[in-house]
């Protein structure tokens, strides 16, 4: 499994950044994908996800200022952020939300390598 997100980097509050994450090496269009994020001292939080199907659900905190899709032909999962607020300064990372499938019948109980993720910083 490799994970590649991209698109992070210094915006305003306010402002807004789209990230993407480049997902191989599984069957992607089976697989539920989700973003996490990290802020400096605190736990990895799940922030948004999306089912193999596109169903979407997202964090309390992010709820209609986040939108997640995918994209299975690039086997990529984007995050758009707007309105973006100093607490969601974080390392932004995409993983699965659960399963990762190699095909319908082989899976992965969970990916525990969550790559390096992209850093976005908010300044107020």
């Known amino acids: 499994v490799q994970l590649q997100a991209s698109g992070g980097g210094l915006v305003q509050a306010g402002g807004s950044l789209r990230l993407s994450c480049v997902a191989s090496?599984?069957?992607?269009?089976?697989?539920?994908m989700a973003w996490y994020r990290q802020a400096p001292g605190k736990k990895r939080e799940l922030v948004a996800r999306?089912?193999?199907?596109?169903?979407?659900n997202y964090a309390d905190s992010v709820k209609d200022r986040f939108t997640i899709s995918r994209d299975n032909a690039e086997n990529t999962v984007y995050l758009q952020m707007n309105s973006l607020k100093p607490e969601d300064a974080a390392v932004y990372y995409c993983?699965?939300?659960?399963?990762?499938?190699?095909?319908?019948?082989?899976?992965?109980?969970?990916?525990?390598?969550w790559g390096q993720g992209t850093l976005v910083t908010v300044s107020s």
């Open positions: 993983n699965g939300a659960g399963k990762i499938y190699y095909s319908r019948n082989y899976y992965l109980i969970r990916n525990d390598n």
């Open positions: 090496g599984f069957m992607f269009r089976l697989t539920d």
């Open positions: 999306i089912s193999s199907g596109g169903s979407t």
